[in-house]
């Protein structure tokens, strides 16, 4: 496991601070918080309203999971864990705007 971690290590840093345990708090974190989400899906009607708040809370979870890519990853690494972050958080977005057009949800 050991040598794992130091392969996502950053160059030249001989010690670990806040900013590497972070990203992989956050995936914790994140992981951790799937489970109400599948919970309230599964708790639901399942019906459009529910399957997009289930897709994007599970986008933004996701984006938060691969995390650690963007921070210790190789420069081709990052970019693409940043670039589906972005993607990720762009479509937690476009769901939850979508679930505002729900004419069910205030009732």
């Known amino acids: 496991m050991?040598?794992?971690?130091?392969?996502?290590?950053?160059?030249?840093?001989s010690t670990w601070s806040w900013n590497d345990a972070s990203p992989?708090?956050?995936?914790?974190i994140n992981?951790?918080?799937e489970v109400p989400v599948v919970a309230a899906y599964l708790d639901s009607d399942k019906k459009t309203n529910a399957i997009l708040?289930?897709?994007?809370n599970t986008m933004f979870n996701f984006g938060g999971v691969i995390s650690f890519g963007s921070t210790f990853g190789p420069p081709n690494?990052?970019?693409?864990?940043?670039?589906a972050q972005v993607v990720c958080n762009l479509g937690y977005g476009a769901m939850l705007f979508a679930t505002s057009f729900d004419p069910k949800k205030d009732q």
């Open 2 to 13: 050991e040598k794992a971690i130091f392969r996502w290590r950053r160059y030249g840093k």
């Open 53 to 56: 708040e289930c897709t994007g």
């Open 24 to 28: 992989f708090f956050e995936a914790g």
């Open 77 to 83: 690494v990052a970019l693409v864990t940043l670039i």
């Open 31 to 33: 992981l951790a918080w």
